[in-house]
């Protein structure tokens, strides 16, 4: 930590506390965060944090990222969909763009103009990037896009979709692209339904559909058709750290819900905190919690130095997002009958984690990764 980080700290605290935390039932209610969050976010600096300040972000690294992170955990919110809009989809372009794209776009996703949204998974193709049948064939000077993508992250609101493609149906990854798609500017691109599911409820999580979607060729990132599996593997590290920054924060969160309530809430005329059941429960949690802080931690120190490698940025994303559905679900039994309402946030906590194993490649594929480095 730096004054600088400490003082953005502060900065997302307050914001948080007065944006995000009293908003959540109703943001749950209508599936999505209120589009105004987006520019007034924009508006005090708090988008594309780690984007060089020529494009109109803060300049900062990933370190002022995981802060907002670890901020909006602290603040009990899972909707609001920065991480992909800032740490994922505004890097693509970052680094595969060119310079006339990089002005074209990134101010305008510091600023909240444009929402983006990064568009991988299909209804047959989900971890198994090399599967997905959505297409892009070049026309002219266009690409004609044609496809179908679900569990989309501000699905519903994005203005600006990296959709990965085909350009070439008859090579396997080789014929992977990313396009980049303006939504107000594609005829023949819609919105499904924003799914409904068993956590993060309010986060528009929704599908997509290209049906003859022209695409200005110049909206290709990189320098020629068939790089976009190499540029999502590059991307993926980064991606995963910031599950693994956002488990570990919604962990010590977790932990500290469950830690005010049992030294409040009594029974057989004592304290919860006072079996030592209670005090053993929470003895493996905090641990759990330092342990994997201490991981987490060293790892944003290599990413920030370019040195985290793909099998350690899988170790930390499998290893976070275990212990944060374990320590959470032990939380929610020491609430007891409480821990089961939706009204409590330790309930909201425990629907929430468990995507993170899922989403960013399953822990499963996180294991098949690091035995292959072995």
Not at 1 to 6: N, P, S, V
Not at 104 to 120: D, N, Q
Not at 349 to 358: F, G, H, L, S, T
């Amino acid at each position: 930590m730096t004054e600088d980080l400490d003082l953005l700290r502060q900065l997302a605290r307050t914001f948080f506390e007065k944006e995000l935390t009293p908003h959540q039932e109703r943001w749950a209610a209508q599936k999505h965060v209120d589009r105004e969050l987006w520019h007034r976010a924009g508006e005090v600096g708090l988008l594309c944090l780690s984007i060089p300040e020529e494009y109109g972000g803060g300049g900062g690294t990933f370190a002022h990222e995981a802060v907002l992170l670890e901020e909006q955990a602290r603040a009990g919110d899972s909707a609001w969909g920065n991480s992909v809009h800032s740490g994922i989809v505004a890097h693509y372009l970052l680094s595969y763009g060119t310079e006339q794209q990089k002005l074209r776009w990134l101010p305008k996703l510091a600023s909240g103009e444009l929402v983006g949204a990064i568009a991988m998974s299909e209804p047959g193709a989900g971890s198994d990037l090399q599967g997905v049948r959505t297409r892009a064939i070049r026309d002219g000077d266009e690409y004609v896009v044609n496809g179908s993508k679900t569990f989309i992250t501000n699905g519903s609101q994005a203005e600006l979709v990296i959709v990965v493609a085909k350009t070439d149906p008859s090579e396997g990854a080789q014929g992977i692209s990313l396009v980049v798609v303006e939504t107000a500017q594609a005829p023949g691109f819609r919105r499904g339904r924003v799914l409904d599911k068993i956590g993060l409820k309010g986060q528009d999580t929704a599908e997509l559909f290209f049906d003859d979607v022209r695409v200005p060729a110049a909206n290709l990132l990189g320098e020629q058709e068939g790089l976009g599996f190499v540029q999502l593997m590059q991307q993926l590290p980064q991606e995963r750290l910031i599950i693994a920054v956002a488990s570990i924060a919604g962990l010590e969160a977790a932990v500290g819900l469950t830690l005010d309530y049992v030294k409040e809430r009594t029974a057989f005329g004592r304290e919860l905190i006072k079996f030592q059941n209670t005090r053993f429960t929470l003895a493996e949690c905090a641990t759990e919690a330092a342990v994997t802080r201490a991981f987490v931690d060293d790892c944003v120190e290599l990413h920030l130095r370019s040195e985290l490698d793909v099998p350690t940025a899988a170790m930390a994303k499998w290893w976070s997002t275990e212990r944060l559905c374990r320590v959470v679900d032990e939380c929610v039994q020491l609430f007891g009958g409480y821990g089961y309402m939706t009204e409590y946030p330790i309930a909201r906590a425990w629907a929430d984690a468990r995507v993170q194993k899922i989403y960013g490649g399953t822990n499963e594929i996180m294991k098949e990764i690091i035995a292959r480095s072995l």
